[in-house]
């Protein structure tokens, strides 16, 4: 029961982000190729620090993951989140650091090995 708690509060943290900047990042991930490739390497970079330098992470759902890591950023930027805005047109290209790491942690959000139940399984096992 805990965990399913601790599941749903990590999703509502992900689906707030979503809508801060979430979906209108990744519609920039989808029209503009630069965008597309600096999120690409956030992302990449998300799931590295999050498979390779969490211990335990293959026990902890997806989302409670990266959710800790979301407010981890947050907090280490001295906000709350509410100060996050999504980029409007051609601004994409200059969104800051967080921005497009927060848009990072939303598309990886929406990848479904990412949004699997804590199972002790490691969402990159098979290689990917």
Not at 24 to 40: F, H, I, M, W
Not at 67 to 76: H, I, P, T
Request: contains cysteine; aromatic residues 4%.
């Amino acid at each position: 029961m805990f965990g399913q708690v601790v599941e749903w509060r990590a999703q509502r943290c992900l689906d707030r982000l979503m809508d801060q900047v979430g979906a209108a990042g990744l519609v920039a991930v989808a029209a503009v190729p630069a965008v597309s490739a600096v999120v690409d390497q956030h992302a990449a970079a998300v799931r590295d620090i999050l498979l390779l330098g969490v211990e335990g992470s293959a026990a902890v759902a997806g989302a409670v993951l990266l959710a800790g890591y979301a407010k981890g950023l947050l907090d280490q930027s001295g906000t709350d989140g509410a100060g996050l805005r999504a980029a409007v047109g051609d601004a994409w290209h200059r969104a800051d650091w967080l921005t497009l790491r927060v848009v990072a942690v939303c598309a990886l959000s929406r990848d479904d090995e990412w949004r699997r139940p804590a199972t002790g399984t490691c969402p990159a096992a098979d290689g990917a």
